[in-house]
């Protein structure tokens, strides 16, 4: 219906490996988002902020040792917390820009050889995204940009596995932008995409739930 009512905020999701530049172009769709006047927030996965958070970042930095299958279910969890804000977020008609979701917890355990449908299992029920980015960059590019702050994941064998993962987790409703080109080229073609889905949104495009 186009029921004013109805309308209300996208979920726009950013994917890929490490150094891809998600980060940078999550905050510069930001920064445009807000001058044309939308209401719009930018959110991050894992969201270190909360208890369950700070238990993330703990392991990521080698401060703690888990177990592979507790650590995706603190992932997981740590997107179950946000979850109903980030429903009431996108009913009051504010767009969220997410770096990494259900995808990064994907992709990334199940490099490590977890099952791949074990690790789907606890994302159902989250909210979907109404489109996912996928900056594309080879994991030899990304490692050359250097920067790799030192944390677990941020290393070349391990970035390959990713890449893989994602290549199975990637369907044809993702938006795949070849993250080599220039800065601006890239947040050229976000930003044309974005917009699509913004207003899709707008006319009332019903929420929906993973998988
Ligand atoms: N990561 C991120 C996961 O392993 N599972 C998840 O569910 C999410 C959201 O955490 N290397 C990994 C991917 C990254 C690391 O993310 C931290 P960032 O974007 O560097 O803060």
Not at 43 to 68: C, E
Not at 69 to 76: K, Q, T, Y
Request: with cysteine; proline share 3%.
């Amino acid at each position: 219906s186009n029921n004013k009512s109805d309308s209300r905020g996208a979920l726009i999701v950013l994917e890929g490996l490490d150094r891809c530049g998600k980060t940078s172009q999550c905050s510069r769709l930001l920064s445009y988002l807000e001058e044309l006047g939308h209401s719009v927030e930018s959110w991050r996965f894992p969201d270190r902020s909360t208890g369950v958070g700070q238990m993330i970042s703990s392991y990521l930095t080698q401060k703690s040792q888990l177990d592979d299958h507790a650590i995706h279910l603190l992932f997981s969890a740590n997107r179950w917390e946000k979850r109903s804000l980030m429903e009431s977020k996108l009913r009051s008609n504010t767009t969220l820009i997410v770096d990494r979701y259900s995808f990064s917890g994907v992709a990334f355990s199940s490099a490590k050889g977890l099952d791949l449908d074990w690790c789907k299992a606890p994302e159902a029920g989250l909210l979907a995204p109404d489109l996912v980015v996928y900056l594309d960059i080879s994991p030899e590019k990304a490692a050359e940009r250097g920067g790799y702050g030192g944390e677990r994941y941020e290393q070349l064998e391990f970035q390959k596995k990713v890449a893989l993962s994602y290549q199975m987790l990637r369907d044809d409703t993702w938006k795949v932008i070849d993250a080599t080109l220039p800065v601006e080229d890239v947040e050229k073609q976000l930003r044309q995409t974005v917009l699509e889905c913004i207003q899709i949104c707008e006319k009332g495009k019903p929420i929906s739930e993973l998988w």
